[in-house]
């Protein structure tokens, strides 16, 4: 409503919210005039290839780019980001480095800089950079401990991405939504985009959760699509398109229907709640007044599936 009315030409989003307006399906998205618009964006969370092509079908109609970038506060603008015109873009990719920037793809353990093309690791900024943050206020030590301390001489972004043969970003998602299953560390991002990949899925939410045997199983909240029900039979359906999907170490060992995650109010999901209700610790889910909807938090924990 708000772009037709004002004949809105750019618009930016989070994955989150693309993924919540699929569940809903693409008439409440065509009923409006959305001929305006000229430039797409998102940001927020790395965004998986099925939300991207429709966001791209649905709300650009094909004819607008998707400025697909990443970048933290701390950064003081984009590191990676696409330049629409002058590179190709890839549905789920950042593309490449913006101007300045100078990235490295690090081994997590032994922070042996990747020099393959093709690879996988932490992403890591080499060398100084227009904008960047230079300290915290009154806490220069915090500063350089949560930036510089893990890879001596780089800026740790944090987050874990992977590079392929046309030297394209993708971003995993943040280091600590890396679950540690069974020895083979995993991505919560990875079997989140394979989730949605699945024809009844709206939304998926990853996170790890205390395994006696794996050490880490994975758990993950599922938005069905409207109209599609939840049953015993579609949860083994999907733990097997999983498998299928990246392979029998990623299927999840539990899967709770989730009516609604609790997010911001500007969609980003607050996965401290899932990961506290994931391991039946819910008694202290910090402050949830930010939540845009804060009554979906007490249906997770009454329809939890991992209760002693």
Request: glycine share 10%; hydrophobic share 35%.
């Amino acid at each position: 409503e708000v772009c037709a009315k004002h004949k809105v030409n750019q618009f930016y989003t989070a994955p989150t919210a693309i993924r919540s307006l699929m569940g809903l399906g693409p008439e409440w998205v065509e009923k409006h005039d959305l001929s305006s618009l000229k430039l797409l964006g998102s940001v927020g969370e790395p965004i998986n290839p099925e939300a991207w092509s429709w966001y791209n079908t649905h709300v650009g109609k094909g004819k607008c780019p998707i400025v697909d970038t990443f970048w933290q506060t701390e950064t003081g603008g984009h590191i990676v980001t696409p330049l629409p015109g002058a590179i190709p873009q890839k549905p789920g990719s950042a593309t490449k480095p913006f101007f300045g920037v100078k990235l490295e793809v690090l081994d997590p353990a032994t922070a042996k800089v990747q020099t393959e093309t093709e690879t996988d690791g932490v992403l890591c900024i080499t060398d100084s950079w227009p904008g960047q943050m230079r300290t915290l206020w009154g806490d220069h030590q915090r500063f350089e401990e949560a930036y510089f301390s893990q890879y001596k001489g780089y800026y740790f972004t944090g987050d874990g991405c992977r590079r392929d043969a046309d030297g394209y970003y993708w971003i995993t998602g943040r280091v600590d939504d890396v679950i540690n299953v069974s020895g083979h560390r995993m991505g919560t991002a990875e079997v989140e985009s394979a989730l949605v990949a699945h024809e009844a899925v709206a939304e998926a939410a990853v996170v790890g959760y205390p395994h006696d045997i794996k050490g880490q199983g994975i758990y993950a909240y599922v938005t069905l699509m409207r109209g599609v029900e939840p049953t015993d039979e579609l949860k083994k359906k999907l733990e097997a398109w999983v498998r299928t999907e990246i392979g029998p170490i990623a299927k999840p060992d539990l899967i709770q229907w989730a009516p609604g995650l609790p997010k911001t109010r500007s969609g980003k999901i607050m996965r401290r709640i899932l990961r506290k209700i994931a391991e039946n610790d819910f008694g202290a889910l910090g402050d949830t007044s930010t939540l845009a909807d804060p009554s979906v938090v007490d249906d997770l924990i009454a329809n939890r599936m991992n209760k002693v």
